[in-house]
Structures are given as C-alpha cells and as structure tokens.
C-alpha cells in the first residue's frame, strides 16, 4: 500500500511561481518513477511531468522550459516537487501527484487527491 500526500498549490498571477510537493509513503516507492498530472475543466488529464527512481525527466511540451521536476528519496519514502515558473493562465488546473509502483506481475496507479492551481491575468 503506497499513500501520496500532496502539498502546495493555490492562486498567482500569470507570469508568477508556485511549488508543489507529493511525499509518497512506502519503501517501495522509492524504485519506481513518480509524476504529475493536471487537469482542467472539460478537459482529459495531461502529462506534466514525470521523473524516474534514478532522477531521469520528462515533461510535457505545454510546460517545457517552464517547469522543474525533482525528487528526494529516504528509505521509505519519497517527496517529488514540481517547480512551476512563468505561470499562464492556462496553467489553470487541478494538479495530481502519481506514482505508478511495478510489483512484478502488475503495475499499480497511486495518485493524490489533487492541488488546484488558479493562474489569473
């Protein structure tokens, strides 16, 4: 069992910052990727970005150059921050942390209970 508890988000201005924070509790957490999600109003969940057990990145082409992804790992926890920069408006969105944990014969979807992030003009 993995628990995600997320952190941070809330309202800015466009052209602000804001940091978000996901600790994923569970030894096993700590060998397999973690990300984040977002979605917005009648919109599907998109990719933001996601980084792997040995610091390995990847981000969404809506927020490249503008988003740092990182990750602290202990021995049985993990913390993954999302540093979002030059916010736009439509970055609008309700934000989830996500753990995807490989047990071997299955791949198991954790996510957060997810952070909004309001960008005003």
């Known amino acids: 069992q993995v628990l995600l508890r997320q952190s941070g988000g809330g309202s800015v201005q466009a052209g602000g910052s804001l940091t978000l924070a996901c600790t994923a509790f569970?030894?096993?957490?700590?060998?397999?990727?973690m990300g984040w999600y977002r979605q917005a109003p009648g919109e599907t969940r998109e990719l933001v970005a996601t980084?792997?057990?040995?610091?390995?990145?990847?981000?969404g082409d809506s927020v490249k150059g503008r988003v740092t992804i990182s990750r602290d790992n202990g021995s049985d926890k993990s913390t993954v921050y999302l540093q979002m920069n030059s916010l736009k408006v439509e970055d609008t969105a309700i934000y989830y942390c996500?753990?995807?944990?490989?047990?071997?014969?299955?791949?198991?979807?954790?996510w957060g209970r997810g952070t909004q992030v309001t960008v005003s003009s």
């Open positions: 569970g030894s096993v957490v700590v060998y397999n990727p």
């Open positions: 980084i792997t057990s040995d610091h390995v990145t990847n981000y």
């Open positions: 996500h753990a995807p944990i490989n047990y071997g014969r299955e791949v198991i979807p954790y």
